[in-house]
């Protein structure tokens, strides 16, 4: 079989119709939350609850069992006790029902009996052809499809679209979870694989490869059960979009806790190390960077190399911010004598990089022509590849004028940026960084992050040129 | 002269009597400015205004000069044109006034006559023994006295009073820069030192050693003016309280940024490394680390050991968390054979560490009660010397409760502890974090960096024990 075809996850990822195979107790039970998610996110295609209590749930008719549906279904959603579970399957995969995702718990993680049931999922798999995903997950988040499976209450109705698909091995990774909607993570797909029986690391990277909404692909893994599957997989899909992985299971404890989680054997960290390195993968070192660095690339341009210009207000965040930009690669650019001499025109202390707009900014009677000036000579640069432009947003009044201040510079420029947004009221910064985000700008309130967001734009854009060696 | 006396900072952080020189323009002017923010955050000493063009600002009677005034003045807050500050100083020395504040930016840091000024004032101090923070620095925050000395306006009126002393060398720190209110950070002081001009991290370390509402001082340098006196004077504070260090201008670009900001000399990195070591400080890694790692110690007691309890709601989160600790130097605890017992009772789920309450809480019927339950036990294990749990912090109605368990659950218990707060709505988590740190109960929304707070604090107990030896 080639790769790319068995790891065909369309069903999973945007199914036409839905089979949910669990309670549908009105209100509380899983399968009618999910349900009602599937609703709240707009999932525009047919749903079949399945469950032989009910003759109608929430307006939907209810069926027994999938054999008695008589239409196509891509994905069954299976929320049932474990011991239940192989059958069910057994019975999808006889339907022709293409894909099934277990988000029942108490699998191999849970060892004993739970092991002996995977294994028997497994065989199933093996034995039918039917793709699983899970079991012990929270599923899948597909905003361009309407598509949620977490099966319990979601307290908002939509996420910010965009180019970062989320892969992890955990739950954690869920719209429960996680505040999505509030970050405004820029997202294409979120997924759980969970205790990975079937679908696993190696099938998600054949699907995004090929995913037109995905732009970069930032991965969670606790371990890899097929190292070269991975690397053959990643490297297909690195020349054509980023993949930055997070590994946890790192030390000796967190590798046993590991274990017990969901049941993944990880293993040397230097082993793994060298792995990444010949995927062409590039690390990041925390879970906050697992979801703040991979937006850079979720709208920007990649940068045509390493020169970075840093707009801050203040000289002491400047300082903090070339040290981050260093560390991650960056180099500072020298700005091109015309350049200096536009900046001196504004004032003699613009004419350095970190240029600190702060001085002028507090004096200046036309602050927002200059601070917009400002940053245009910096972008204009031709010594410069990717800026780090500081903005304050810590007053609610200035966040529309500062977006879009932000987006009609960006109108005709193509360098890569990242804004990082300081102030003093935390809630007008936040929604700042909502709508920058919805115009495709990547705006971050933790500015070293942002600086590291950079730095993985032009490590990617080296990666990709050894890739092409 | 000993260290300490020379040292005594009381004049700038617990003023009775200020006088602001500055412009004092109806709304605009920064000493206007000024005063009422020392109004709004609740300062209780005498104001006056200096400024010769005014009978009376704000309802205050204005002074001409200095010299008029006719009362002991302890603080000069000094924001007027650089050219026009050493005579100022000069008259504020002359007329008795112990400290001055000078806001004014334009000096060494700006190179050429600037920096001639910056040599004036050190000749001022020098001769006439009057103390000078700054210049160009946005001052001070002491919310015990209801003191700030920021020039511009201030969206809010108070800030979580606390334990710890940020210290920075620039105005980054101020509240205009940052959401201190939003954030709660548990402050006891905040301070810009400027251009270090006189006053320095040896005053400050001085000062704050002897401060009772300081429990730790968290310091930003760009760089240390006199070794010797820094290694002294950190190792007289640290016996008592810890000193955590975030070291700006580390590579040889941000070094230069430094030069060309507060005129500082960062040196050679190994060379810091070392005296910080001598020194005894703990060395943070980034800004956001400066102000979160810090919060562990304003309120908690210090661990007996690195033994962690790590308790999550998700397998995920608990590897992450795992590698976190062991790589901030935690080890994981191993529960006894009575906190085993009693958490089989549970679920045979939640017997490990770190242990995973997602399952069962998932199921049980009396969440809430498992949930202090599970704590509990874990607390009181006595393999465990300090634990980071997790509490579903994502929906506005669970604040309450949750907070409530925590304050039940720590009333009888002096274990170190860190809440990790994680959830779907942003603003219920962050409410939750202020309302817990209100509570004396550190509360992070990134979990890692609670982990790097709990590993801080037993690493600060062994420098306590390497000292006593």
Chains 1, 2 share one sequence.
């Not at 205790?195 to 690391?201: F, G, L, T, Y």
């Not at 070339?322 to 020298?334: I, K, R």
């Not at 102030?423 to 933790?446: K, T, V």
């Amino acid at each position: 079989m080639q790769a790319g075809q068995r790891s065909d996850l369309r069903h999973f990822f945007e199914p036409d119709a839905i089979a949910v195979i669990a309670s549908m107790k009105d209100g509380s039970g899983l399968g009618y939350r999910t349900i009602t998610n599937l609703r709240n996110f707009g999932f525009r295609g047919r749903i079949y609850p399945i469950n032989p209590y009910y003759d109608e749930v929430l307006g939907l008719k209810s069926y027994s069992d999938v054999t008695e549906v008589g239409e196509p279904i891509d994905l069954a959603i299976v929320i049932t006790p474990p011991p239940t579970v192989p059958a069910i399957i057994e019975q999808c995969a006889h339907s022709g029902v293409k894909a099934a995702l277990i988000v029942s718990e108490n699998f191999a993680e849970a060892g004993g009996e739970g092991a002996e049931l995977q294994r028997e999922l497994v065989e199933i798999v093996r034995r039918t052809g039917i793709r699983v995903m899970g079991p012990n997950t929270i599923g899948i988040v597909n905003p361009a499809a309407g598509l949620i499976t977490a099966p319990y209450y979601v307290s908002y109705q939509n996420v910010q679209r965009g180019g970062v698909a989320y892969c992890s091995q955990t739950g954690f990774v869920g719209p429960t979870a996680q505040p999505l909607r509030d970050y405004a993570y820029p997202i294409s797909k979120t997924c759980d694989v969970g205790n990975k029986c079937d679908v696993n690391e190696v099938d998600l990277l054949n699907y995004l490869a090929d995913d037109p909404d995905t732009r970069v692909v930032a991965m969670h893994l606790e371990d890899i059960r097929d190292g070269r599957g991975f690397i053959e997989a990643a490297r297909r899909l690195v020349p054509r979009k980023p993949l930055l992985v997070f590994k946890a299971g790192r030390t000796e404890a967190g590798a046993r806790a590991s274990a017990s989680h969901t049941s993944s054997l990880a293993g040397d960290e230097q082993v793994y190390d060298s792995a990444f390195k010949q995927a062409g993968a590039i690390r990041v070192r925390s879970w906050q960077e697992f979801w703040e660095v991979p937006r850079v690339f979720s709208s920007q341009p990649l940068p045509r190399g390493n020169r970075v210009a840093i707009v801050s207000h203040t000289g002491g965040a400047g300082v903090v911010a070339t040290d981050t930009a260093v560390e991650a690669g960056l180099t500072v650019a020298s700005f091109s004598a015309e350049t200096l001499e536009k900046l001196a025109e504004m004032s003699f202390r613009l004419t350095t990089n970190p240029m600190d707009m702060g001085p002028i900014l507090s004096v200046a009677e036309n602050a927002f022509q200059i601070q917009e000036d400002g940053l245009a000579a910096a972008l204009d640069d031709p010594n410069v590849d990717c800026a780090a432009l500081a903005v304050y947003g810590g007053l609610e009044q200035l966040v529309s004028p500062m977006v879009e201040m932000f987006v009609r510079l960006m109108q005709n420029r193509s360098k890569t940026v990242v804004i990082w947004i300081y102030g003093m009221q935390l809630p007008a910064m936040q929604e700042m960084r909502r709508q920058l985000e919805a115009q495709g700008l990547p705006a971050y309130i933790d500015f070293e992050t942002a600086m590291k967001a950079l730095g993985a734009a032009a490590r990617y854009v080296e990666i990709r040129r050894e890739f092409e060696r």
